[in-house]
C-alpha cells in the first residue's frame, strides 16, 4: 500500500522534525515546508493526501495559505489540520471576521489542535480524518 503523503507547514525547525520524525515512524511520508507560500507551491506540486497547517509564520503565513487551499477547487479537497500557538477561540474568531465581506466564505478546518500537541492525540485526529475520506 502507496504511504500517505501528508504536508508539513510549520516555521518552526523543531516542530517540523518533530512532525516528520512522528509521521515517517507511523507509516507517513511526510513533506515539509517552512511557510504559506511554500506550503501552497508544494501542496499544488505534491497533492498530498493531507495538510498540517501553522498559522503564525513570517511572510505569507498560515491564514494566507488556508484561504488560497479552501479557495482552490482541486485543493480544497485536502484535509487541512491547523496545528497553532493560537487559541482555537481566537482562530475562530478571526475566520469570522474574514468571512464578513466575502461571497466566499472560508469553512472551518477539519481539525484544530493548539501546541504543543500530543503525538497519540495527533495521530489519531490523521487518523480520523483518513477514515472520513474512505
Do not use: C, W
Not at 9 to 14: H, I, S, T
Amino acid at each position: 500500500m502507496k504511504k500517505k503523503k501528508i504536508l508539513i507547514v510549520d516555521d518552526e525547525l523543531d516542530m517540523r522534525i518533530f512532525l516528520s520524525t512522528l509521521l515517517e515512524t507511523s507509516g507517513y511520508k511526510p513533506v515539509m515546508t517552512r511557510d504559506g507560500k511554500e506550503g501552497l507551491e508544494k501542496a499544488k506540486n505534491v497533492a498530498p493526501d493531507l495538510i498540517i497547517l501553522d498559522i503564525m509564520m513570517p511572510g505569507e503565513g498560515g491564514v494566507y495559505m488556508y484561504r488560497q487551499l479552501k479557495m482552490d477547487k482541486v485543493l480544497n479537497k485536502i484535509p487541512v489540520i491547523i496545528l497553532s500557538a493560537v487559541a482555537h477561540k481566537t482562530f475562530n474568531h478571526y475566520i469570522k471576521m474574514l468571512n464578513v465581506r466575502q461571497d466566499n466564505t472560508i469553512p472551518a478546518p477539519e481539525a484544530y489542535m493548539e501546541k504543543p500537541p500530543e503525538a497519540e492525540v495527533l495521530l489519531r485526529v490523521i487518523e480520523d480524518q483518513f477514515a472520513l475520506r474512505h
